[in-house]
C-alpha cells in the first residue's frame, strides 16, 4: 500500500511543475508591461528598468519560472503589484474561507449523493427513482450562481434566515455551501445509480444471492463497493468543478476567499496575485486526485496489486 | 431485451437483434433507439425551438432598436403584456435580450465545440494511430490540460488575454481539446486493430484514407455524445464567466451577463434574475436530455 | 412409479417467460423433471433452450424484471418451494440447495477476498461466529485444493480453475442436499475441465448430495450422470438413464447431438450436424418446437405437442413417430 501512494506521490510531481509552468507561461503573454503598471504610465524609463531589473522579468521564461517554482516551493509567491503584500500571505488569509466552503459543498454533495443514488438503483422505474433523477438532472443542469442568488433571494432576502453577504460566522456558509454542492450532488448520485444498476446486475451478486444473503445486505456489502469505483472518479472530477464553482459562489454570496480574491486580482491587473492564486486552485486539484487515486486503491484490491 | 442477452447469455436473441440492425447504418440505429425515449426527444424538441428562436430573433425583434437602445422612461417595469419579462435598469425589455442572448450562448458554444472537436480529433486520431511515442508525448500534454478545472483554465486564458469575446473563445476551445483527444483516441485504439481495418490495410489503402473511411465513423457515438454534453458545459462556463465580467461585455447581450447586472436590482426587481437564469437551465436541462438519451441509445445495457 | 418419495426435487409444468420490449420470450414450456436422492442427473441442450432459466428459477433467482415464473410447481423433498417469502427462500440458498454458475470469472466478487466470500454462506446458515466460518472455510479450501493462507487473497489473483474451486468450496460449505452446477466447466480449460468434474464428483460422493448437472456436453453426462434428461425449447423431450440415452437412442434431437460429437474412434465418419438454429423463443413453432429442423417431420409434427411415450418405466420420449408399440422395438433413426 505505502509503495503504491509512494508512487503517486512521485507521479503527481511532474504533473504539478507541468500545470504550474503551463499557467505561469499562459499568465507571460498578458499584454502591456506590468512594470508601467506599477509604476505609472509617467514613469521614468530608469526606474522602469531598474524594476524589471528587480523583478527578474529581464530573464528568459525558463529561468523566471524556475525562480517562480523555488519561490513556490518556500512558500514566496511574490509580491502584490496593488497591494504590496506578500501573495503568499494574502492568499494563506484568504484560504481558510475557501477551504470551508469547499468542504461543507463537498460534504453535504458527498453524504446525500450516494444514498440517493443508491436508493434510486435499487427502486429502479419506481417513483422514487424517478423523483431522485429529475432533482438530479436539475442539479447538473442549474447554473451554480444563478441557483445562489435565487438561493439567496428567498432564504435571506425573502426569509432573513442568512445574511446576505460576508463571513461572519457559520450561517453565512449554508447557502453557498448548499449552492456549490448541489451540482456535484447530482453529478455524484447519477453515477452512482448507473453504476449501481450495472453492479446489481453482475454475476457475483447472483452467486451472492445463491448463497442465501438478503438483498438488502447483499446491495450493501456486495454492490456498493463495486460500484463505488466508477463514483469515486466521478467525485474526484466533481472536485475540480466545485474549485471552479467556487469562484462563482464566492463572488455571488460576498465571501472573502480566494476565488473573489482571484476575480478582484484580474480586474485589478494584479498578475501575481492572480497567478498565485490560479497555481494554489491547481495544485489544490492535484493533490484531490491524488488523494482520489488513493482512495481508490482501498475500495479496489486489483488496482492496489499493479503496485506490489 | 439486451438485458437478457447480458445476463442469460443467449445468443438467439442477440442474433435476432442482429439481424435487425444489420442492414442499418450506426447513426440509423442510434436515432432509432434515441426515439424510443420520450425524455430525450423532448429534449431535441426543445434545443430546436430554441435553435430556431435564435435564428428567427432578427426578424423579432430590431436589435438596435430592442436590445440594444436604452429606453430610459421605461425602466425597471415588472412583467407586462408589453414586456413579458419586464426591463431591465436601462429599459429594455428582458425578452428581447434573452432571445438574444441565446443567438450569442448558442454560436460561441456551437463554434467552440467545433474547433475543439476538430483539434481535439486529429490529436486523439495522431495519438491513437501512431502510438508509442507520439502518442505519450500528445496524452501527456493532455492529461496537464485536463489536471485544470475547466473553469479555472478558461478564467486563466481571460485573464491573461485580456476580456473579449474572442479570447472567451479561445480560451473555452483549448479547455474542450483534451476530453475530444481522448476520446477520439481511443476509438481509434479500439477500430485500429479491428480485422475489417486490418484488411483494408493489406489491400493498400493508406493511413489517411483508413482513418476517413473507418476511424471516423466509427468514434462518430461517442464523439456526438461528448459534443452534446461539451455544448452545455461551454454555455454554463460563458454565462459563468460572464457573470464574472470575464466573458461577454456589455451591450452584447448574454444570459449571465444579465444575471450579472440584474443581482444589484435582486431585492427589488427579482424578476431580472429569474428569467436569464430560467433561460440557462432549459438549455441546459434540454441539452442533458438530449446527450443522456444518445448515451444510453449507444449503450442499451444501462438502461 | 414408485420412487416419488425418494425425490430430491420434482418440478412439474414448469413456464418461464421473460417479457421484453420487443415480446415475450418462452424460455421454460411446461418443463417436468424429477432427481432422485443421491443421483447425478444431467440436463442436456443447445444454449438457449432453457437450461439456466430452469435451474435458476427452483432458486427463485431469475432476474425480475424481466423474468416471471408463469406456471408450475417446484416442491424441494415434497416440500414446495415456489413463491416462498424471500426470508424463507433465503435460508433454503446456498443451505439445502446451492448453485454452481458457469463463468468462474465473473462469479466471485472482485472486492472481497475468497475466503470471506465463502465464510458468509456458512455465517448465513450455521450458528457460531466469523471466527468459526473462516475455520471452516480453510478446511473447505483444502477440500477442494487450494492451500487455506491464500484465502485472505482476492478473485484476481487466481486463475479460472482454481475460481472455479473456490466456487464449488463454497457451493458445498453448509453441505446441501441439492447442488445445481450450471455448466461448471465450459470456461475452463479442457484438462483444468477433468480436474474440476472429478473434484465435484469425488465431493458429491463424500457428501451424498444430489446434482443436477447442466451442460452441453454428452461426455461429461456420460462421465457423471445416472440421469439425463434432453431439452429443447423450455421442454423436457427425452429422459432415462445413460443405457437409455446413449443405446436406445429415440428423439431424432437427440440423435443429432449424437451425430454432432466427432467420433474419435472412427475419425472418418462424418459429422452430421443438426440443420438450422434454434428457433426463436419470441415465436416458437406451432406442434413440435423441433419439427422445422427435424427430418423426420410429418403433418402432425406441425399441429400437436406431442406426448410422452414411454419405452420402460423411466424412459420417455415427447415425439409423434412413436406410439407405444413402436417404442420398444428400437429406434427408427440409424446412427452416422
Known amino acids: 500500500m505505502w509503495k503504491y501512494i509512494g508512487k503517486r506521490i512521485v507521479y503527481l510531481i511532474p504533473v504539478v511543475i507541468g500545470v504550474t509552468f503551463m499557467v505561469f507561461l499562459i499568465m507571460n503573454m498578458a499584454p502591456g508591461d506590468p512594470v508601467k503598471s506599477i509604476l505609472g504610465e509617467q514613469a521614468s524609463p530608469e526606474a522602469i528598468e531598474e524594476l524589471r531589473e528587480e523583478l527578474g522579468l529581464n530573464d528568459n521564461i525558463l529561468i523566471q519560472y524556475k525562480n517562480y517554482f523555488l519561490g513556490l516551493i518556500k512558500g514566496d509567491m511574490g509580491i502584490s503589484y496593488k497591494s504590496k503584500v506578500g501573495v503568499a500571505e494574502e492568499i494563506g488569509a484568504r484560504l481558510p474561507t475557501t477551504a470551508k466552503l469547499s468542504v461543507i459543498a463537498i460534504a453535504i454533495a458527498i453524504s446525500l449523493s450516494i444514498p440517493l443514488g443508491i436508493i434510486a438503483a435499487v427502486k429502479q422505474n419506481t417513483w422514487i427513482d424517478s423523483l431522485t433523477m429529475f432533482v438530479a438532472l436539475l442539479g447538473v443542469s442549474v447554473p451554480v450562481f444563478w441557483l445562489g442568488l435565487m438561493l439567496l433571494l428567498f432564504f435571506s432576502l425573502k426569509l432573513g434566515w442568512f445574511p446576505v453577504s460576508g463571513a461572519a460566522n457559520w450561517k453565512s456558509f449554508i447557502l453557498p455551501g448548499i449552492a456549490l454542492g448541489f451540482l456535484s450532488m447530482a453529478s455524484i448520485a447519477r453515477v452512482t445509480r448507473s453504476s449501481m444498476l450495472e453492479v446489481i446486475r453482475q454475476d457475483y451478486i447472483r452467486t451472492a444471492r445463491s448463497k442465501g444473503v438478503p438483498y438488502n445486505t447483499i446491495i450493501r456489502k456486495h454492490a456498493l463497493k463495486n460500484a463505488l469505483i466508477p463514483t469515486i472518479t466521478v467525485a474526484g472530477l466533481q472536485i475540480g468543478t466545485l474549485l471552479g464553482g467556487s469562484v462563482l459562489t464566492e463572488t455571488v454570496f460576498g465571501l472573502p476567499g480566494i476565488g473573489r480574491l482571484m476575480i478582484q486580482s484580474i480586474q485589478g491587473r494584479d498578475l501575481p496575485m492572480v497567478l498565485g492564486c490560479i497555481i494554489v486552485f491547481t495544485v489544490a486539484f492535484s493533490i484531490v486526485n491524488l488523494i482520489v487515486d488513493i482512495i481508490y486503491a482501498f475500495v479496489d484490491p486489483r488496482i492496489k496489486s499493479q503496485y506490489t | ?303 | 412409479m414408485n420412487t416419488k418419495s425418494e425425490l430430491i426435487l420434482d418440478i412439474k409444468n414448469l413456464k418461464v417467460e421473460y417479457r421484453t420490449d420487443d415480446g415475450v420470450v418462452n424460455a421454460v414450456n411446461g418443463l417436468d423433471l424429477e432427481i432422485e436422492k443421491g443421483q447425478t442427473h444431467g440436463l442436456v441442450g443447445e444454449t438457449g433452450a432453457g437450461k439456466t432459466t430452469t435451474a435458476l428459477s427452483v432458486l427463485d433467482l431469475i432476474q425480475s424484471p424481466p423474468g416471471i415464473i408463469v406456471d408450475g410447481k417446484i416442491k424441494l423433498e415434497g416440500k414446495n418451494i415456489r413463491g416462498l417469502k424471500d426470508k424463507d427462500m433465503e435460508s433454503i440458498r446456498g443451505n439445502d440447495v446451492s448453485m454452481i454458475f458457469q463463468d468462474p470469472m465473473t462469479s466471485l466478487n472482485p472486492v472481497m477476498t475468497i475466503e470471506d466470500q465463502i465464510a458468509e454462506v456458512i455465517e448465513y446458515h450455521e450458528s457460531g461466529g466469523y471466527k468459526e466460518a473462516i475455520e471452516k472455510t480453510h478446511e473447505m479450501l483444502t477440500m477442494v485444493g487450494l492451500p487455506p493462507r491464500r484465502g485472505k487473497e482476492y478473485p484476481h489473483q487466481f486463475s479460472g480453475g482454481m475460481k472455479q474451486r473456490v466456487v464449488i468450496a463454497m457451493a458445498l460449505a453448509c453441505r446441501p442436499k441439492l447442488l445445481i452446477a450450471d455448466e461448471p466447466t465450459t470456461a475452463l480449460d479442457v484438462t483444468i475441465q477433468a480436474q474440476v468434474l472429478t473434484l465435484m464428483k469425488n465431493l458429491k460422493n463424500q457428501y451424498g448430495t444430489s446434482m443436477l448437472m447442466i451442460t452441453h456436453d454428452l461426455g461429461i453426462v456420460a462421465e457423471i450422470c445416472d440421469k439425463v434428461s434432453v431439452i429443447y425449447a423450455g421442454h423436457i423431450i427425452e429422459h432415462g438413464d445413460l443405457v437409455d440415452i446413449f443405446d436406445n437412442t429415440r428423439h431424432p434431437y437427440t440423435e443429432g447431438l449424437f451425430n454432432s460429437l466427432p467420433n474419435l474412434q472412427d475419425r472418418k465418419a462424418k459429422l452430421i450436424p443438426i440443420k438450422g438454429l434454434m428457433p426463436d423463443p419470441t415465436d416458437l413453432p406451432t406442434g413440435c418446437p423441433f419439427h422445422p429442423r427435424c427430418d423426420y417431420a410429418m403433418d402432425i409434427c406441425t399441429k400437436k405437442y406431442p406426448e410422452k411415450r414411454y419405452r420402460n418405466d423411466q424412459h420417455f420420449v415427447e415425439c409423434h413417430l412413436y406410439d407405444s408399440d413402436n417404442i420398444k422395438r428400437g429406434g427408427v433413426i440409424k446412427r452416422g
Open chain 2, 1 to 303: 431485451m439486451d438485458g437478457i442477452i447480458h445476463n442469460n447469455k443467449k445468443p438467439t436473441d442477440a442474433l435476432k437483434i442482429k439481424q435487425k440492425y444489420k442492414k442499418q447504418s450506426q447513426l440509423k440505429e442510434i436515432w432509432f433507439r434515441l426515439k424510443k425515449n420520450k425524455t430525450s426527444v423532448l429534449g431535441l424538441i426543445i434545443i430546436l425551438i430554441i435553435i430556431s428562436l435564435a435564428i428567427a430573433s432578427g426578424f423579432i425583434y430590431d436589435y438596435d432598436e430592442d436590445v440594444i437602445n436604452q429606453n430610459i422612461s421605461e425602466r425597471l417595469q415588472s412583467p407586462s403584456l408589453d414586456h413579458p419579462f419586464g426591463t431591465d435598469e436601462l429599459g429594455r425589455d428582458i425578452l428581447a435580450r434573452i432571445i438574444y442572448g441565446s443567438r450569442t450562448s448558442l454560436s460561441i458554444g456551437f463554434t467552440t465545440v467545433v474547433i475543439s472537436l476538430i483539434s481535439g480529433g486529429i490529436l486523439g486520431a495522431i495519438s491513437g494511430f501512431y502510438g508509442g511515442r507520439i502518442d505519450n508525448v500528445i496524452m501527456r500534454i493532455m492529461d496537464i490540460f485536463l489536471a485544470i478545472p475547466g473553469t479555472l483554465f478558461a478564467i486563466t486564458i481571460v485573464a491573461a488575454l485580456g476580456t473579449s469575446t474572442i479570447n472567451l473563445m479561445i480560451a473555452l476551445s483549448i479547455s474542450g481539446v483534451p476530453r475530444f483527444a481522448r476520446i477520439v483516441r481511443s476509438s481509434v485504439m479500439t477500430v485500429k486493430d479491428v480485422e475489417f481495418v486490418e484488411a483494408a490495410r493489406a489491400i493498400g489503402a493508406n493511413n489517411l484514407r483508413i482513418i476517413i473511411q473507418h476511424v471516423i465513423p466509427n468514434s462518430l457515438a461517442p464523439v456526438i455524445v461528448q459534443t452534446t454534453l461539451q455544448v452545455a458545459t461551454i454555455i454554463l462556463t460563458i454565462a459563468g464567466l460572464s457573470f464574472l465580467g470575464l466573458g461577454v461585455s456589455a451591450p452584447q447581450p448574454e444570459w449571465g451577463a444579465m444575471l450579472s447586472s440584474a443581482r444589484a436590482y435582486m431585492r427589488e426587481y427579482s424578476y431580472m434574475t429569474l428569467f436569464p437564469g430560467l433561460a440557462i437551465m432549459i438549455t441546459i436541462l434540454a441539452l442533458n436530455l438530449l446527450g443522456d438519451g444518445l448515451r444510453d441509445a449507444l449503450d442499451p445495457r444501462l438502461k
